[in-house]
């Protein structure tokens, strides 16, 4: 693990990382819960006091004081704790908050290149998990909320704890001394004896994270493989691999449930092994007449509640456990290297059109790959306003090349610029300006037509949203929605096929204004007949701006004006494409599509 990581090794150090605890909130919750514990104290002395003191039948004006203090004492008990597990409340969100907007910032300059394999994988960027979604799921949802729950129980734990002891130790030792010393004695039983036996469910506690990504990547491959087990009848594989992440979950579980039993039993026996002292002390001071039988009542309930609430300790001590294994694998993500820098000011391309260019380029992967060169010494020339297709076998390097170009990758040497200014002097907000990618698969989210569409572009009108779906071949489609823009897509929502899919990803490329337009396999899911229809109607849709497009259909050169061959990180052919799709002035309006 980096020193970044061994930093966010616990619960509280990575919550610290992600910024101060407010310490408004902090001191609340500490004044709230002291007062509760001080009027638990209170009442128990008080309740003591006056049923000893009713026992010898005084005038009953005697107990009126009393019996006014239980009252308030029970009232104010209520309250007070109340008032402190708001306040923990309140600092929980507060922390799981900031938590995610830490985690959103440190994970946003790895996507998409730099945690392919998530945070439990030691393999390091550019390498392909199967289970890297899983992994990320149960490391953004799971361990965050792992982390902010471990530290609200162990606020409430360390503050109840910690008032009722000092309280009640300072009681006992004003009636007492040898009495507050033997419950000084307790409590220190009561703290050091169930947290060394919830140090024995660390290892499962560690086991369980990586065991929640295991079920989170078999219920997503189980989704995502349905149709193929269904097909060939081989459900039972899935089966298997369910019984064992069960198995093994239940493996871990059953030993954390033994090592938070055996801390409660410590904390049981301990409490009461400090009570029996308490009451020994108590006993030796009345018979010596230093402590009335009275008192000695008081003294007894005293000690029980300052030892009461370390019966919650045990839960908090596994939660910190737990809590402690998340966070060590969240600081594994923060860990990570990002594959490129953002600079601090972005440097703007010149007006006009925009063209790309790869100079001598060489990508060296890191971690699992061993220093494999993904792209050697590759020169690319995409001038403004022409068409360039990269083409080649799975792993020639084509998806690398876009994504070093949109500055997701950092080049180990040479230079990769759009509109002659380099990638590295731009920032995300200022390239979005210049250029649009279009995914392999395009992402929509569950909302509207019209929200999907503006993702490219914000302050799009919706007559800028109805002109950008009919250049791409979905006007009719449109049209035929009973909500029009308004209609809900995803999930929830209206269903949508592959080819609408990567026409819609091309509407927002076109709404975004970008003058550089990147192709990533945008036809890789579609049927033979369809992909050559939908390629052929985004090509026409880009106009007169300039497209590099990574696809592997056969007659591509009738699009483009240079098809370019990779092989192995290197270019092993070029040849001049016919550019079969018009282009003429008026098919493209910049105008209507700023940039």
């Known amino acids: 693990m980096t020193a970044a990581a061994g930093q966010s090794s616990s619960a509280l150090g990575l919550s610290r990382r992600a910024g101060p605890l407010p310490r408004r909130g902090l001191a609340l919750a500490g004044a709230a819960g002291a007062l509760s514990a001080a009027c638990a104290v209170g009442l128990l002395a008080t309740s003591g006091w006056l ?85 990320l799921l149960a490391g ?64 499962a506690a560690r086991r369980s994270a990586g065991i929640r990504a295991d079920l989170a990547d078999a219920v997503v491959e189980t989704v995502r493989s349905a149709p193929e087990l269904l097909a060939f009848g081989r459900r039972d594989l899935v089966q298997e691999r369910l019984d064992l992440v069960r198995r093994r979950a239940h493996s871990a579980a059953r030993r954390q449930a033994l090592s938070t039993g055996i801390a409660r039993a410590l904390a049981t026996w301990t409490a ?95 971690g699992g790959w061993n220093g494999a060169v993904i792209l050697h010494d590759l020169s690319l020339t995409v001038p403004p306003g022409r068409r360039v297709a990269l083409t080649g076998p799975s792993g020639s390097g084509k998806s690398t090349t876009l994504h070093v170009l949109l500055h997701f990758l950092e080049a180990s040497s040479g230079t990769a610029s759009i509109g002659g200014v380099d990638v590295r002097r731009m920032t995300r907000a200022g390239m979005a300006r210049y250029v649009a990618w279009l995914a392999e698969e395009t992402h929509l989210f569950a909302t509207t037509l019209a929200d999907n569409l503006r993702l490219a572009r914000p302050e799009a009108t919706d007559a800028e949203c109805a002109a950008a779906l009919e250049r791409v071949g979905l006007g009719d489609w449109h049209r035929s929605l009973t909500g ?64 590099l497009v990574v696809s592997h259909e056969p007659d591509l050169g009738g699009h483009v004006d240079e098809v370019v061959t990779l092989d192995r990180g290197r270019v092993a052919a070029r040849r001049p494409g016919t550019a079969a799709v018009p282009r003429a002035p008026g098919r493209f309006d910049p105008g209507a599509f700023p940039v």
Do not use: C, K
């Not at 300059?109 to 945070?119: F, H």
């Open 51 to 135: 049923l000893a003191r009713a026992s010898q039948r005084p005038p009953v004006f005697d107990l009126a004081v009393a019996i006014g203090a239980v009252q308030a004492f029970a009232l104010g008990r209520g309250i007070t704790r109340y008032l402190q597990r708001l306040a923990v409340h309140d600092l929980s969100l507060a922390t799981l908050a900031r938590l995610r907007l830490w985690l959103y910032d440190t994970v946003e300059p790895l996507v998409p290149d730099g945690v392919a394999a998530g945070p439990a994988a030691s393999a390091g960027p550019h390498t392909t998990a199967p289970g890297a979604t899983g992994s």
């Open 140 to 203: 953004f949802v799971a361990d965050t909320e792992e982390v902010t729950e471990a530290l609200a129980r162990g606020t409430n734990a360390a503050i109840d704890l910690g008032a009722s002891i000092v309280l009640g130790a300072a009681v006992a030792w004003l009636l007492a001394p040898a009495a507050g010393a033997a419950l000084l004695a307790g409590a220190a039983g009561v703290i050091a004896l169930p947290d060394l036996a919830a140090r024995l469910g660390r290892s």
């Open 272 to 366: 009461g092994a400090g009570l029996i002292g308490v009451v020994l002390a108590g006993l030796a001071a009345h018979r010596a007449d230093r402590l009335s039988g009275v008192m000695l009542t008081v003294l007894v309930l005293v000690s029980l509640a300052a030892l009461e609430p370390g019966a919650a300790l045990p839960a908090a001590l596994a939660g910190r456990v737990s809590g402690n294994a998340a966070a060590s694998r969240l600081g594994e993500l923060a860990g990570l290297e990002p594959p490129a820098r953002e600079p601090g000011a972005d440097a703007s391309p010149p007006p006009g059109s925009v063209g790309a260019l790869l100079d001598r380029v060489e990508v060296v992967a890191r």
């Open 484 to 547: 029009g823009l308004g209609t809900v897509l995803g999930g929830g929502g209206r269903a949508v096929s592959a080819g609408e899919r990567q026409r819609l990803g091309m509407a927002r490329a076109v709404l975004s204004g970008a003058g550089l337009l990147l192709l990533d396999e945008p036809t890789a899911h579609l049927d033979p007949w369809s992909s050559s229809q939908v390629l052929t109607e985004l090509l026409g849709a880009a106009g007169s701006r300039t497209v």
